[in-house]
């Protein structure tokens, strides 16, 4: 496997980041992931959004261009013999003094991880976590290397590519997957909890969101209790890499799973964007430029 760190393409056991980097010692660093289809990065200029603002929040001088980004990707993709990949991109802080730093970093490191994307199930089993979702690290919940609630959340359901944890919050609101973003439908209306409980504002789920009101399908975020979820007429998950993942059960109650009309139709709609390369969408008017 190759991989890109600070310009350079290397392979596995060559790539290496300084022990002073404080993505490392203070967990400064953001990623995004996405998929590549056919050599082209599927909605890469909201990842990029995403990112930058997240690098403002950290104080972290770096910006980083589509064009750069797709330099990088044509190199890294001819490298491991790629057209569909997995790939996160990843910036750390970079190299500081021990000790926490006020100053702006001005030089992170910056790596691009690339995989072959995995085999996913058709439809997922959901189980209510013990384990709460914790409050995000600042004023908002950001993609960044702080990852142990999700690690402790996975470790609880174990390997079984088949399962996805649902957190509740510590007020017992439904939050999100260990690695997704969850949405219900009932009577035609689709739910889905708000950002303000705390969970990441995933690209999927904002893409899913304006799909969904283009089509005129009211959309909710909230709070909502699981009972609320529990009584759903089908649920569903996003995941920038797994897509649109229908669910057929939640800690023992059955759901339609893929055979749900809303999964369904949205799970085609976004095949169709994909197949076609379309990498940005316009909320403005619901259209795909």
């Excluded at 261009?65 to 990707?73: G, N, P, S, Y």
């Excluded at 399908?217 to 996003?238: C, R, S």
Aim: net charge negative.
């Amino acid at each position: 496997m190759f991989i890109y760190v600070n310009g350079q393409i290397v392979t596995k056991k060559d790539a290496c980041i300084s022990p002073f980097d404080h993505g490392f010692m203070y967990g400064l660093g953001l990623f995004e992931t996405f998929r590549v289809y056919d050599g082209h990065p599927f909605l890469l200029d909201d990842h990029l959004t995403r990112l930058h603002d997240g690098l403002n929040m950290l104080n972290i001088s770096f910006s980083i261009t589509r064009d750069e980004v797709m330099h990088i990707l044509s190199r890294l993709l001819e490298a491991n013999g790629y057209r569909d990949a997995y790939v996160r991109l990843n910036v750390s802080a970079g190299v500081g003094d021990v000790g926490l730093q006020v100053e702006k970093y001005t030089a992170p490191t910056v790596i691009m991880y690339m995989k072959p994307v995995p085999a996913f199930p058709d439809e997922k089993v959901c189980q209510t976590l013990r384990m709460r979702r914790n409050t995000p690290e600042g004023y908002i919940r950001l993609k960044s290397h702080h990852y142990l609630n999700n690690i402790l959340g996975k470790r609880e359901i174990g390997k079984d590519a088949h399962v996805e944890g649902i957190f509740l919050t510590q007020d017992g609101f439904v939050a999100e997957g260990i690695v997704s973003n969850i949405f219900w439908a009932k009577d035609g209306v689709v739910y889905t909890p708000s950002v303000q409980t705390g969970i990441l504002n995933g690209v999927t789920r904002m893409f899913v969101i304006d799909l969904l009101c283009s089509w005129g399908i009211h959309v909710q975020e909230g709070f909502y209790v699981l009972q609320h979820l529990k009584e759903a007429d089908e649920i569903f998950l996003t995941n920038s890499i797994q897509e649109i993942v229908p669910v057929c059960r939640l800690d023992g109650d059955v759901y339609p799973g893929k055979c749900g009309e809303i999964t369904s139709r949205l799970k085609h709609a976004y095949a169709s964007f994909t197949k076609q390369l379309w990498t940005r969408y316009d909320r403005k008017d619901g259209n795909v430029n």
